[in-house]
T-cell receptor, first 113, second 111 residues
């Protein structure tokens, strides 16, 4: 069964460093998402991506964040200068159409020291 | 914008029933339900689209009242495996892929 994959599973970084979180969505899906979940809290929408551009972003998704689909298979989330409060689990999700099920990847745990 | 769920937490004995509610302040086109176990990704349960439908499989079902902007998840004859945090997720019509997760309901089933 096709699945969304994410790498790395755990990333530890120093405050101020740049990190890139990688996701491989399911191959025939057209809509891609990034979510953040701070430990013990709810899942928060960051950004949606369709047709090679951002379609929606939340207030969390400020200038420190960017997304790319560089090669038609990977979907990346870049945080330019990490802050302590960026420590969280980051989930990627994809789906083939709106108003359909989103398939979630296993997540990347980001720890900023 | 974020849907509000109630209750925040519930503890059940095996075999008991539970209802989890999701309420939005905005007009909805679809409601999704997910269950998340600790340290894992959310797992899709079901989606309900505008039309006031009810869905279900096995002992888990849900309803969606778009006029009231509410959805409810029904768990009957609960099993230990039902333990986790339940999130609703909502989308409006023509909102350009903005997806909001609810506040979450922690469900614990004990023997």
């Amino acid at each position: 069964e096709p699945e969304v994959t994410q790498t790395p599973s755990h990333q530890v970084t120093q405050m101020g460093q740049e990190v890139i979180l990688r996701c491989v969505p399911i191959s025939n899906h057209l809509y891609f998402y990034w979510y953040r979940q701070i430990l013990g809290q709810k899942v928060e929408f960051l950004v949606s991506f369709y047709n090679n551009e951002i379609s929606e972003k939340s207030e969390i998704f400020d200038d420190q964040f960017s997304v790319e689909r560089p090669d038609g298979s990977n979907f990346t989330l870049k945080i330019r200068s990490t802050k302590l409060e960026d420590s969280a689990m980051y989930f990627c999700a994809s789906r083939w159409d709106t108003y359909n099920e989103q398939f979630f990847g296993p997540g990347t745990r980001l720890t900023v020291l | 914008q974020q849907p509000v769920q109630s209750p925040q937490a519930v503890i059940l004995r095996e075999g008991e029933d539970a209802v989890i509610n999701c309420s939005s302040s905005k007009a909805l086109y679809s409601v999704h339900w997910y269950r998340q176990k600790h340290g894992e990704a959310p797992v899709f349960l079901m989606i309900l689209l505008k039309g006031g439908e009810q869905k279900g499989h096995d002992k888990i079902s849900a309803s969606f009242n778009e006029k009231k902007q509410q959805s409810s998840l029904y768990l009957t004859a609960s099993q230990l495996s039902y333990s986790g945090t339940y999130f609703c997720g909502t989308e409006g019509e023509n909102t350009g892929n903005q997806f909001y997760f609810g506040t979450g309901t922690s469900l614990t089933v004990i023997p």
